[in-house]
């Protein structure tokens, strides 16, 4: 059984900051990519950010240059570093990543943490 758990959501002014984690534990043996999603109210989930086992990070045009994807691989987490904040980015934030739960199994699958809210208002 693999969990991963999300923290550091919250309410928040608009141009305040938040860090998000995502702590990935249980029966895994190797975590890939990590990445980072976001739901809106009556909106499609999107990608917001994503990095590699290496270190390449990618992020969607609406969050480059204020959000900070980073991770610490040795204890399979995930951070999220949201600046500038405004109402837009008010959503559900959820953590998804690539997870080899055995050495005897090549194959990796991807799990989804329960998501945690951000809310950027006045």
């Known amino acids: 059984q693999v969990q991963l758990v999300e923290s550091g959501g919250g309410l928040v002014q608009p141009g305040g900051s938040l860090r998000l984690s995502c702590a990935a534990s249980g029966n895994l043996f190797r975590v890939n990519a990590m990445r980072w999603y976001r739901q809106a109210p009556g909106k499609q989930r999107e990608l917001v950010a994503g990095?590699?086992?290496?270190?390449?990070?990618s992020y969607a045009d609406s969050v480059k240059g204020r959000f900070t994807i980073s991770r610490d691989s040795a204890n399979h987490t995930a951070y999220l570093r949201m600046n500038s904040l405004n109402p837009e980015d008010t959503a559900v934030y959820y953590c998804?990543?690539?997870?080899?739960?055995?050495?005897?199994?090549?194959?990796?699958?991807?799990?989804w943490g329960q998501g945690t809210q951000v809310t950027v208002s006045s």
């Open positions: 998804n990543a690539d997870v080899r739960v055995s050495a005897y199994v090549l194959d990796y699958r991807a799990y």
């Open positions: 990095i590699t086992s290496g270190g390449s990070t």
